[in-house]
Antibody, heavy 115, light 106 residues
Framework: QVHLVESGGGVVQPGRSLRLSCVGSAFTFSNYGFNWVRQAPGKGLEWVTFISSDGSNKEYADSVKGRFSISRDNSNNTLYLQIKTLRTEDTAVYYC????????WGQGTLVTVSS | DIQMTQSPSSLSASVGDRVTITCRASQSIGSWLAWYQQKPGKAPKLLVHRASILESGVPSRFSGSGSETEFTLTISSLQTEDFATYYCQHYNNKFTFGPGTRVEIK
Protein backbone atom coordinates (compact mmCIF):
# COMPACT_ATOMS: atom_id res chain seq x y z
CA GLN A 1 0.00 0.00 0.00
CA VAL A 2 1.36 3.41 -0.99
CA HIS A 3 2.61 5.27 2.05
CA LEU A 4 3.91 8.83 2.38
CA VAL A 5 5.21 10.13 5.68
CA GLU A 6 6.15 13.76 6.26
CA SER A 7 8.45 14.98 9.00
CA GLY A 8 10.41 18.04 10.03
CA GLY A 9 7.65 20.32 11.20
CA GLY A 10 7.61 22.16 14.50
CA VAL A 11 7.67 25.60 16.06
CA VAL A 12 10.15 27.92 14.39
CA GLN A 13 10.95 31.59 14.86
CA PRO A 14 10.31 34.04 12.04
CA GLY A 15 13.31 34.44 9.77
CA ARG A 16 14.68 30.97 10.45
CA SER A 17 14.88 28.09 7.99
CA LEU A 18 13.36 24.62 8.01
CA ARG A 19 13.56 21.49 5.90
CA LEU A 20 10.61 19.16 5.58
CA SER A 21 10.99 15.57 4.42
CA CYS A 22 8.58 13.08 2.91
CA VAL A 23 9.47 9.41 2.65
CA GLY A 24 7.60 7.18 0.26
CA SER A 25 7.21 3.42 0.43
CA ALA A 26 5.50 0.52 -1.34
CA PHE A 27 5.91 2.00 -4.80
CA THR A 28 8.70 2.96 -7.21
CA PHE A 29 9.43 6.46 -5.93
CA SER A 30 11.51 7.53 -8.93
CA ASN A 31 8.60 6.99 -11.34
CA TYR A 32 6.45 9.81 -9.96
CA GLY A 33 6.30 13.56 -9.66
CA PHE A 34 5.39 15.04 -6.28
CA ASN A 35 3.77 18.12 -4.88
CA TRP A 36 3.80 19.95 -1.59
CA VAL A 37 0.47 21.37 -0.49
CA ARG A 38 -0.20 23.46 2.60
CA GLN A 39 -3.21 24.48 4.59
CA ALA A 40 -3.10 27.42 6.97
CA PRO A 41 -5.41 27.33 10.00
CA GLY A 42 -9.00 27.82 8.91
CA LYS A 43 -8.03 28.24 5.25
CA GLY A 44 -8.30 26.20 2.09
CA LEU A 45 -5.78 23.93 0.41
CA GLU A 46 -2.92 25.77 -1.28
CA TRP A 47 -0.60 24.18 -3.82
CA VAL A 48 3.01 25.11 -3.02
CA THR A 49 5.39 23.36 -5.40
CA PHE A 50 5.86 20.46 -7.83
CA ILE A 51 8.87 18.39 -8.87
CA SER A 52 9.02 15.96 -11.78
CA SER A 53 10.07 12.34 -11.42
CA ASP A 54 13.71 12.97 -12.29
CA GLY A 55 13.87 16.35 -10.58
CA SER A 56 14.50 18.24 -13.80
CA ASN A 57 11.27 20.24 -13.69
CA LYS A 58 10.21 22.31 -10.68
CA GLU A 59 7.35 24.77 -10.30
CA TYR A 60 6.44 27.07 -7.44
CA ALA A 61 3.44 29.09 -6.34
CA ASP A 62 4.07 32.80 -6.64
CA SER A 63 3.54 33.15 -2.89
CA VAL A 64 6.64 31.06 -2.10
CA LYS A 65 8.90 31.64 -5.10
CA GLY A 66 12.41 32.53 -4.02
CA ARG A 67 12.03 31.24 -0.45
CA PHE A 68 10.95 27.63 -0.95
CA SER A 69 12.98 24.96 -2.71
CA ILE A 70 11.82 21.48 -3.60
CA SER A 71 14.22 18.61 -4.18
CA ARG A 72 14.30 14.83 -4.09
CA ASP A 73 16.63 11.91 -3.46
CA ASN A 74 15.34 8.99 -5.49
CA SER A 75 17.96 6.64 -4.05
CA ASN A 76 16.41 7.15 -0.60
CA ASN A 77 12.77 7.57 -1.66
CA THR A 78 12.71 11.01 -0.09
CA LEU A 79 11.19 14.33 -1.09
CA TYR A 80 12.29 17.59 0.53
CA LEU A 81 10.97 21.09 1.00
CA GLN A 82 13.51 23.68 2.09
CA ILE A 83 11.92 26.82 3.50
CA LYS A 84 14.02 29.93 4.07
CA THR A 85 13.19 33.14 5.93
CA LEU A 86 10.05 31.76 7.50
CA ARG A 87 7.12 34.13 7.95
CA THR A 88 4.14 33.90 10.28
CA GLU A 89 1.94 33.37 7.21
CA ASP A 90 3.84 30.14 6.47
CA THR A 91 2.16 28.59 9.51
CA ALA A 92 0.29 25.62 8.10
CA VAL A 93 0.03 21.88 7.83
CA TYR A 94 2.30 20.80 4.97
CA TYR A 95 1.39 17.73 2.95
CA CYS A 96 3.37 15.88 0.34
CA UNK A 97 1.33 14.25 -2.41
CA UNK A 98 2.11 12.00 -5.34
CA UNK A 99 1.09 13.08 -8.81
CA UNK A 100 -0.39 10.01 -10.48
CA UNK A 101 -3.56 8.49 -11.93
CA UNK A 102 -4.83 8.43 -8.35
CA UNK A 103 -3.32 11.05 -6.03
CA UNK A 104 -1.83 9.86 -2.74
CA TRP A 105 -1.19 12.14 0.24
CA GLY A 106 0.71 11.93 3.47
CA GLN A 107 -0.91 12.86 6.78
CA GLY A 108 0.91 16.18 6.97
CA THR A 109 3.38 17.91 9.26
CA LEU A 110 2.54 21.11 11.15
CA VAL A 111 4.80 24.11 10.83
CA THR A 112 4.17 26.93 13.30
CA VAL A 113 6.09 30.15 12.80
CA SER A 114 6.07 32.14 15.99
CA SER A 115 8.43 34.11 18.15
CA ASP B 1 -2.13 28.71 -15.19
CA ILE B 2 -5.34 26.75 -14.76
CA GLN B 3 -7.80 28.20 -12.26
CA MET B 4 -10.46 26.16 -10.49
CA THR B 5 -13.73 27.61 -9.21
CA GLN B 6 -16.43 25.98 -7.12
CA SER B 7 -20.07 26.80 -6.55
CA PRO B 8 -21.67 27.33 -4.23
CA SER B 9 -19.09 28.43 -1.67
CA SER B 10 -21.40 27.13 1.04
CA LEU B 11 -24.78 25.52 1.34
CA SER B 12 -27.22 24.51 4.03
CA ALA B 13 -29.02 21.23 3.60
CA SER B 14 -30.98 18.68 5.55
CA VAL B 15 -30.34 15.00 6.08
CA GLY B 16 -31.73 13.14 3.10
CA ASP B 17 -31.32 16.05 0.66
CA ARG B 18 -29.66 15.65 -2.70
CA VAL B 19 -26.64 17.94 -2.91
CA THR B 20 -24.69 18.96 -5.99
CA ILE B 21 -21.41 20.88 -6.00
CA THR B 22 -19.99 22.25 -9.24
CA CYS B 23 -16.35 22.75 -10.13
CA ARG B 24 -15.19 24.59 -13.22
CA ALA B 25 -11.73 24.75 -14.77
CA SER B 26 -10.48 27.79 -16.68
CA GLN B 27 -9.37 25.51 -19.52
CA SER B 28 -9.83 21.91 -20.48
CA ILE B 29 -8.34 19.44 -18.00
CA GLY B 30 -9.75 16.27 -19.48
CA SER B 31 -10.66 14.04 -16.55
CA TRP B 32 -7.78 15.06 -14.27
CA LEU B 33 -10.14 16.03 -11.48
CA ALA B 34 -10.43 14.79 -7.93
CA TRP B 35 -12.86 15.53 -5.10
CA TYR B 36 -11.96 15.61 -1.42
CA GLN B 37 -13.92 15.79 1.80
CA GLN B 38 -12.34 17.50 4.77
CA LYS B 39 -13.52 17.71 8.35
CA PRO B 40 -12.01 20.08 10.93
CA GLY B 41 -8.59 19.03 12.14
CA LYS B 42 -8.35 16.17 9.66
CA ALA B 43 -6.42 15.60 6.45
CA PRO B 44 -8.41 15.75 3.21
CA LYS B 45 -10.04 12.46 2.29
CA LEU B 46 -10.08 11.47 -1.37
CA LEU B 47 -13.61 10.68 -2.57
CA VAL B 48 -13.32 10.61 -6.36
CA HIS B 49 -10.44 10.64 -8.84
CA ARG B 50 -10.32 10.86 -12.61
CA ALA B 51 -13.59 12.81 -12.36
CA SER B 52 -15.82 9.81 -11.74
CA ILE B 53 -13.90 6.93 -10.12
CA LEU B 54 -15.20 6.44 -6.61
CA GLU B 55 -12.53 5.69 -4.07
CA SER B 56 -12.72 2.29 -2.41
CA GLY B 57 -14.77 2.48 0.78
CA VAL B 58 -16.56 5.70 -0.13
CA PRO B 59 -20.34 5.30 0.12
CA SER B 60 -22.18 4.95 -3.16
CA ARG B 61 -24.31 8.02 -2.38
CA PHE B 62 -21.29 10.01 -3.58
CA SER B 63 -20.74 10.30 -7.32
CA GLY B 64 -18.61 12.43 -9.61
CA SER B 65 -19.19 13.38 -13.21
CA GLY B 66 -18.03 15.73 -15.91
CA SER B 67 -15.04 16.32 -18.14
CA GLU B 68 -13.02 19.07 -19.81
CA THR B 69 -14.09 22.18 -17.88
CA GLU B 70 -17.20 21.33 -15.88
CA PHE B 71 -17.50 18.77 -13.12
CA THR B 72 -19.99 17.90 -10.40
CA LEU B 73 -19.93 16.04 -7.12
CA THR B 74 -23.33 14.72 -6.10
CA ILE B 75 -24.41 13.36 -2.76
CA SER B 76 -27.67 11.57 -3.45
CA SER B 77 -28.97 11.51 0.13
CA LEU B 78 -27.05 13.64 2.60
CA GLN B 79 -26.11 11.95 5.85
CA THR B 80 -25.01 13.48 9.14
CA GLU B 81 -21.40 12.43 8.59
CA ASP B 82 -21.32 14.26 5.23
CA PHE B 83 -21.34 17.73 6.75
CA ALA B 84 -17.86 18.93 5.85
CA THR B 85 -15.93 21.03 3.36
CA TYR B 86 -15.45 19.68 -0.15
CA TYR B 87 -12.62 20.59 -2.52
CA CYS B 88 -12.08 19.88 -6.17
CA GLN B 89 -8.54 19.49 -7.46
CA HIS B 90 -6.91 19.42 -10.85
CA TYR B 91 -3.98 17.05 -10.47
CA ASN B 92 -2.15 16.36 -13.71
CA ASN B 93 1.39 16.76 -12.32
CA LYS B 94 1.04 20.22 -10.74
CA PHE B 95 -2.01 20.56 -8.48
CA THR B 96 -4.64 23.29 -8.48
CA PHE B 97 -7.46 23.45 -5.94
CA GLY B 98 -10.88 24.96 -5.90
CA PRO B 99 -11.68 27.26 -2.97
CA GLY B 100 -13.94 24.73 -1.28
CA THR B 101 -17.65 24.28 -0.58
CA ARG B 102 -18.82 24.13 3.00
CA VAL B 103 -21.84 21.88 3.54
CA GLU B 104 -23.71 22.82 6.70
CA ILE B 105 -26.74 21.51 8.52
CA LYS B 106 -29.96 23.38 7.82
Amino acid sequence: QVHLVESGGGVVQPGRSLRLSCVGSAFTFSNYGFNWVRQAPGKGLEWVTFISSDGSNKEYADSVKGRFSISRDNSNNTLYLQIKTLRTEDTAVYYCARASFRPYWGQGTLVTVSS
Amino acid sequence: DIQMTQSPSSLSASVGDRVTITCRASQSIGSWLAWYQQKPGKAPKLLVHRASILESGVPSRFSGSGSETEFTLTISSLQTEDFATYYCQHYNNKFTFGPGTRVEIK
